[in-house]
Nanobody, 113 residues
Framework: QVRLVESGGGLIQPGGSLRLSCTAS??????MEWYRQAPGKQREAVAS???????SLADSVKGRFAISRDLFKSSIYLQMSDLKAEDTAVYYC?????????WGQGTQVTVSS
C-alpha cells in the first residue's frame, strides 16, 4: 500500500517561511511533486523533483520556493520563503511511479497577518 504523509503547514505571516515535508512509503518513484489548491480555484502544480534530482518550479514561486529530496528518508520537502497571501492553499504531495499516481491528504498553509 502506497502512503504519502504531508506535514509542516500552518498559519504564517506575510514574508515568513515554512518548510513542508512529504514522506512516502510503499513505493519508489519517478517523480514527486507539490500541488496546491486555493479555495474556489483549481489544483495547480507548484514544484517537482525527479528521482535523479532534477527540479522544476512554477513561475509564481520561482525565487521564493525550493524543492528537495532525501532518498534515504523517502521524503521530499518544499522550502517556502517570502510567503504571500496568494500562497494560501492546501498543499498536496503527489508521487508518480510506473505503478500509478498517488496523493497525500494535504496540509493547510495560511498566510495572513
Amino acid at each position: 500500500q502506497v502512503r504519502l504523509v504531508e506535514s509542516g503547514g500552518g498559519l504564517i505571516q506575510p514574508g515568513g517561511s515554512l518548510r513542508l515535508s512529504c514522506t512516502a512509503s510503499g513505493s519508489s518513484f519517478d517523480v514527486m511533486e507539490w500541488y496546491r489548491q486555493a479555495p474556489g480555484k483549481q489544483r495547480e502544480a507548484v514544484a517537482s523533483i525527479s528521482f535523479s534530482g532534477a527540479t522544476s518550479l512554477a513561475d509564481s514561486v520561482k525565487g521564493r520556493f525550493a524543492i528537495s529530496r532525501d532518498l534515504f528518508k523517502s521524503s521530499i520537502y518544499l522550502q517556502m520563503s517570502d510567503l504571500k497571501a496568494e500562497d494560501t492553499a492546501v498543499y498536496y504531495c503527489r508521487l508518480r511511479s510506473p505503478r500509478g499516481d498517488y496523493w497525500g491528504q494535504g496540509t493547510q498553509v495560511t498566510v495572513s497577518s
